[in-house]
Structure formats: C-alpha cells, structure tokens
Nanobody
Framework: QLQASGGGLVQAGGSLRLSCAAS????????MGWFRQAPAKERELVAA????????YYADSVKGRFTISRDNAKNMVYLQMNKLKPEDTAIYYC???????????WGQGTQVTVSS
C-alpha cells in the first residue's frame, strides 16, 4: 500500500513537501515515483528514486526545483517542491514499481494547488 500526504495550497514561489508511506508488497519493488496529473492533461512522471542506491530521475520541468528522497528505515519517500509555479498545479500520486516505465502500485492522490 502507498499513502500520500502533504498537498495543499501555496503561492507561486513557495514550497511544499509531499510524503509517501510504503507498506506491504510495495516494499519489494525497486523504484518509487511521483506522478502528477493536471486537468485535461496526461499523467506524467515527475521524479523517481531507487530504494537500493538512491538513483534519481527528474522530469525536465522540475529539475532544479524538486528533490526526491527516501528513508529506507521508515519506508518513506518524499518530494520536496520548491519555487512552485502555477503550472505545477495537479493531483500528485506516489507509485512503486520495477522501472520508470513500469509502476504496479499506486497511492491515492494529493492535490497541489499553486496560486499566481
């Protein structure tokens, strides 16, 4: 199971930190990711991190602003979002899988709204 939290309303330029608690079968996966989906847009992978060695991936749109991290002892994954822009507004989902192209487990979404 995956439980996401930390969304909210923030002004442009502000910060938010999303958290995702992993449990059960999701702990046997290789990679954790944060996706987002804005209204009328396709879901996109924002960032991902490997449980084992911490290798990360970022979408170009968030590089330099977002940081994904994990705490293996607590089975937690975080997404620190800085310098937020209105276009970052979306529902954010955490997911677990075996590769950036294959996510099998999904948490519920958490809404992030950035006002201009």
């Amino acid at each position: 199971q995956l439980q996401a939290s930390g969304g909210g309303l923030v002004q442009a330029g502000g910060s938010l930190r999303l958290s995702c608690a992993a449990s059960g079968r999701t702990l046997s996966t290789y990679i954790m990711g944060w996706f987002r989906q804005a209204p009328a847009k396709e879901r996109e992978l924002v960032a991902a991190i490997a449980w084992t060695d911490g290798t990360t991936y970022y979408a170009d749109s968030v590089k330099g602003r977002f940081t994904i991290s994990r705490d293996n002892a607590k089975n937690m994954v975080y997404l620190q979002m800085n310098k937020l822009k209105p276009e970052d507004t979306a529902i954010y989902y955490c997911a677990a899988g075996i590769a950036t192209s294959r996510f099998d487990y999904w948490g519920q979404g958490t809404q992030v709204t950035v006002s201009s």
